[in-house]
């Protein structure tokens, strides 16, 4: 019985790297996030992962974060209701998207889409924190 346990130590101790608190070099490799709150930041931080701190705002494409005149969408995550206009913190990945203009038939239908198509920032594997 109490080899049986020494065992079952043993191999949990090999699961989680040689001791409790895991690898060393594991629990130190926490990526730098980057603080923006302009458009300048924000360009020189495309593909880093940062951090905006400002208003939610429930758009046609996703909710978005605003600081100023830097605005920033969250691709795949929707703040709670209660979220919307008071100040959050979202951070993720951050990327510049080509928006889809919207089109108008012969009928005069809008399609889904922007007024004026160009480029926006957005936010990959946005969380709230």
């Not at 302009?38 to 758009?59: F, H, K, L, P």
Request: aromatic share 4%; charged share 20%.
């Amino acid at each position: 019985m109490m080899r049986s346990i020494w065992l079952y130590l043993g191999v949990l101790g090999l699961l989680l790297g040689g001791s409790c608190g895991g690898n060393a070099a594991m629990n130190n490799t926490t990526k730098q996030v980057s603080v923006i709150a302009t458009n300048d930041q924000a360009r020189a931080q495309v593909g880093n992962v940062v951090q905006i701190r400002g208003t939610v705002q429930r758009e046609k494409l996703g909710d978005t974060v605003n600081v100023g005149d830097l605005s920033v969408r969250c691709m795949d995550f929707r703040f709670p209701d209660s979220s919307v206009g008071q100040t959050v913190t979202a951070e993720g990945t951050l990327d510049i998207v080509r928006d889809e203009p919207a089109t108008t038939s012969p009928t005069g239908e809008i399609s889904q889409g922007t007024e004026d198509s160009g480029s926006s920032f957005v936010i990959r594997h946005c969380v709230s924190r």
